[in-house]
């Protein structure tokens, strides 16, 4: 008897266990529930934490995130208004604002990023294929290095009207007006990887490698025209420089030949042995510059310029 009272307690608590555990639920900070019968909501959104309370057995509760959620989205090749095709890769964050909502409409998160999938690839597509691709890469007009080193030429960048950012914003305001019936809010949206197709990205490397090379050809023009430049100044200056010199030794010799002169007038004038002195001394010089030692002279016996000669022999 004692064995049976026990067993049927031990069922009525098991039942009561099951019936209590069937009857509550709880709801973590980080999330949300509804309450279904029999596949259909009832009651308002759970989103306090704590315990709450359900029917047992025929009420089911399910839970959503009350945090963030992501969304990766597929690289996809896309053409832009100026028909260049692009591969783009989009991320972007969202949660659920309203449980029931998101249930009736999309069930779980599954659904959910299947229907961004649709909505945001498609927002995207349309946003890149009504701007050019400048437009699309770049997000604000500052100067770089190829404005700089082409000084503004024809090979500048495009100045742009919209930029990355704002499209990203375009495409984050349309697929919000998409996704406000689906219980879903986007919160942000941006392009992870933005690239050529493989057949435009090589005519792209090929560009760009011309335009270095168009470039590094015009400072080695560039550097070769200073380069003649300063040898040009080198030349002119060396000239200068020679120039200035002769004329200085041109000036240091006259000044010496003008004092020897003065001097040799001046012993010319002091008498008459000084005279013949100095006759006898300018022409022994004239001998020593003219005659050579297998030399010939043929001269006529009352020339001046034999006078010495003969009064050497005479002795």
Known sequence: MK???????????????????SSTFQVKETNQAIVTQFGKPVGDPRSEPGIHFKLPFIQDAHFFEKRFLEWDGDPNQVPTKDKRFIW???YARWRITEPLLFFQRLRDELGAKSRLDDILDGETRTAIANHLLVEVVRSE????????EAGGGAEALK????????????????????????????????????????????????????????IAD????????????????????????????????????????????????RAYNRSAESRDFYRFLKTMETYESTFGRDDWLILSSDSDFYKYLKSQSGR
């Open 3 to 21: 064995n049976k009272k026990l067993i049927v307690r031990l069922a009525i608590g098991f039942l009561a266990f099951i019936i209590i555990n």
């Open 88 to 90: 783009v890769d989009t």
């Open 141 to 148: 007009n500052r100067e770089s290095a190829v404005d700089v």
């Open 159 to 214: 100045t742009i009207q919209v930029g990355r950012e704002k499209i990203t914003r375009e495409i984050l305001r349309a697929a919000s007006e998409r996704t406000a019936d689906l219980g879903i809010e986007l919160l942000d949206l941006r392009f992870k990887r933005i690239n050529y197709v493989e057949e435009v990205r090589m005519k792209v490397y090929d560009r760009m490698i011309t335009e270095r090379r168009r």
């Open 218 to 265: 015009q400072f080695r023009s560039e550097g070769q025209g200073e380069a003649s430049r300063i040898l040009g100044e080198k030349e002119r200056e060396l000239k200068r420089i020679t120039s200035e010199a002769f004329k200085t030794s041109e000036e240091i010799r006259g000044k010496g030949d003008a004092e020897a002169t003065s001097i040799y007038a």
